[in-house]
């Protein structure tokens, strides 16, 4: 069984900084794509941003030069970086994995919460 365990989050002030860290574990072959979405309340889930096996991010256009994610193969681990948080970054952050067991899957960890103050 894979699982995608996450850590970090929290409540932080506007224009501070937290980290987010996701480790995948279980039976697998391999780890391509690796990255972050959010959920705010009543919202639909966005993407934050990915990265592959290889290094290639992928961000939301509207994080770009605020976020940072990157990852280290050898763990199975993929962190994201955030700084100069906004209120409006407040949501649910999720994990995210396509990974290789018997043909190709998506996980998705627990969710951790960021959450912004004013």
């Known amino acids: 069984q894979v699982q995608l365990v996450e850590s970090g989050g929290g409540l932080v002030q506007a224009g501070g900084s937290l980290s987010l860290s996701c480790t995948a574990s279980g039976r697998f072959s391999k780890i391509n794509a690796m990255g972050w979405y959010r959920q705010a309340p009543g919202k639909q889930r966005e993407l934050v941003a990915t990265?592959?096996?290889?290094?290639?991010?992928n961000y939301a256009d509207s994080l770009k030069g605020r976020f940072t994610i990157s990852r280290v193969n050898a763990k199975n681990t993929v962190y994201l970086q955030m700084n100069s948080l906004k209120p409006e970054d407040t949501s649910v952050y999720y994990c995210?994995?396509?990974?290789?067991?018997?043909?190709?899957?998506?996980?998705w960890g627990q969710g951790t919460q960021v959450n912004v103050s004013s």
């Open positions: 990265v592959t096996t290889g290094g290639r991010t």
């Open positions: 995210y994995a396509r990974i290789d067991v018997i043909g190709s899957y998506d996980y």
